[in-house]
């Protein structure tokens, strides 16, 4: 027969885990489009793979829609010498204000942009990617409506005259390309990880230039100077700490890093090496609005305190025999 001490260690339990099992972490809806039905054995599960670690990193409780593609992107073609491309479904254009308004769900967001010298009026023609306004708006606490529907964040595809390794983690022969980092890649644009740099963008997407993405409003310069426009170090502590420094070269992405570590954020990727995430990567997936840590709610210390009564009750009665 159970003690008082064991019901109520179980009640807790229960409670703990009903209240848990309504948590919520960040989620991909994957459409592959028909061109995949032609890739290689090994490309859906590696992709997949990919997909888990955003999966798995991020605890943002929103679902982003993606499609994905097999030497087309979108339904159209890569361009020439890619291996892997982009494509974000919608922008969203505001001022730096209104862009702050959007962090109301997400709590401690707004601290990268508001502290000097971040908060400059001349970075003002702002345009977020449609997921990174959805993560902006959605911390793990979840405190706005409108989190729970999914949003479409856009499409991503892949070279099919490549020769790819599908496996995670494994070093690639010398004429392989690590596919796992090339998708965490493209992932990551999707998710927001873009770059304005280019004026001619801003001119045919809104009319006039200079216009920014969030990112661009962590460029520095090499003395630590706030410069949006031209700036080629990634600081998120107002340019005291170099995280990383942005692609220059103009036949990549301005948004990428310039490959001076092996970072699956990298502009250009060689074949026969692995390109991870690495920790800087996630620094900036932060500042773009998704959280990799959640606050425990009471839930959480429901389900802990039931556990450790029921150890404890557990261990008193061993004892006793």
């Given at each position: 027969?159970?003690?008082?001490?064991?019901?109520?260690a179980r009640a807790l339990l229960l409670i703990g885990l009903a209240a848990s099992g309504s948590a919520q972490a960040l989620s991909f809806n994957v459409t592959y489009d028909?061109?995949?039905?032609?890739?290689?054995?090994?490309?859906?599960?590696?992709?997949?793979?990919?997909?888990?670690?955003?999966?798995?990193?991020?605890?943002?409780?929103?679902?982003?829609?993606?499609?994905?593609?097999?030497?087309?992107?979108?339904?159209?073609?890569l361009s020439s010498n890619a291996l892997g491309e982009s494509k974000i479904a919608s922008l969203y254009p505001t001022s730096f204000n209104g862009m702050i308004s959007l962090m109301s769900g997400n709590p401690g967001l707004s601290s990268y942009y508001t502290s000097s010298p971040t908060n400059?009026?001349?970075?003002?023609?702002?345009?977020?990617?449609?997921?990174?306004?959805?993560?902006?708006?959605?911390?793990?606490?979840?405190?706005?409506?409108?989190?729970?529907?999914?949003?479409?964040?856009?499409?991503?595809?892949?070279?099919?005259?490549?020769?790819?390794?599908?496996?995670?983690?494994?070093?690639?022969?010398?004429?392989?390309?690590?596919?796992?980092?090339?998708?965490?890649?493209?992932?990551?644009?999707?998710?927001?990880?873009?770059?304005?740099?280019?004026?001619?963008?801003?001119?045919?997407?809104?009319?006039?230039?200079?216009?920014?993405?969030?990112?661009?409003?962590?460029?520095?310069?090499?003395?630590?100077?706030?410069?949006?426009?031209?700036?080629?170090?990634?600081?998120?502590?107002?340019?005291?700490?170099?995280?990383?420094?942005?692609?220059?070269?103009?036949?990549?992405?301005?948004?990428?890093?310039?490959?001076?570590?092996?970072?699956?954020?990298?502009?250009?990727?060689?074949?026969?090496?692995?390109?991870?995430?690495?920790?800087?990567?996630?620094?900036?997936?932060?500042?773009?609005?998704?959280?990799?840590?959640?606050?425990?709610?009471?839930?959480?210390?429901?389900?802990?305190?039931?556990?450790?009564?029921?150890?404890?009750?557990?261990?008193?009665?061993?004892?006793?025999?």
């Open positions: 027969m159970s003690t008082l001490h064991e019901r109520v028909s061109s995949v039905n032609s890739a290689p054995a090994g490309f859906k599960t590696a992709f997949q793979d990919a997909v888990n670690y955003y999966d798995s990193t991020f605890a943002n409780p929103i679902t982003i829609d993606l499609n994905v593609g097999w030497g087309e992107v979108g339904g159209s073609g400059n009026p001349s970075a003002d023609n702002i345009l977020i990617p449609s997921a990174e306004v959805k993560a902006m708006e959605c911390g793990p606490q979840n405190t706005k409506g409108g989190c729970n529907s999914p949003v479409s964040g856009g499409a991503v595809g892949f070279g099919s005259s490549y020769s790819w390794d599908f496996n995670p983690g494994g070093t690639p022969l010398s004429s392989q390309y690590y596919f796992v980092g090339v998708a965490e890649h493209e992932i990551s644009e999707v998710m927001g990880r873009i770059s304005f740099r280019d004026s001619s963008a801003c001119s045919s997407i809104i009319g006039t230039s200079p216009c920014f993405a969030p990112l661009d409003l962590f460029r520095y310069d090499s003395n630590g100077t706030f410069d949006p426009t031209n700036g080629t170090i990634f600081s998120t502590n107002g340019g005291k700490t170099r995280v990383n420094t942005f692609n220059s070269n103009s036949s990549g992405d301005y948004g990428d890093w310039s490959g001076s570590t092996l970072d699956a954020y990298n502009a250009f990727f060689s074949s026969g090496k692995v390109y991870p995430i690495s920790s800087g990567d996630v620094a900036e997936m932060n500042v773009l609005g998704y959280n990799t840590t959640v606050p425990l709610p009471d839930a959480f210390w429901l389900l802990g305190s039931g556990l450790l009564v029921l150890v404890a009750g557990t261990r008193r009665a061993r004892s006793s025999v």
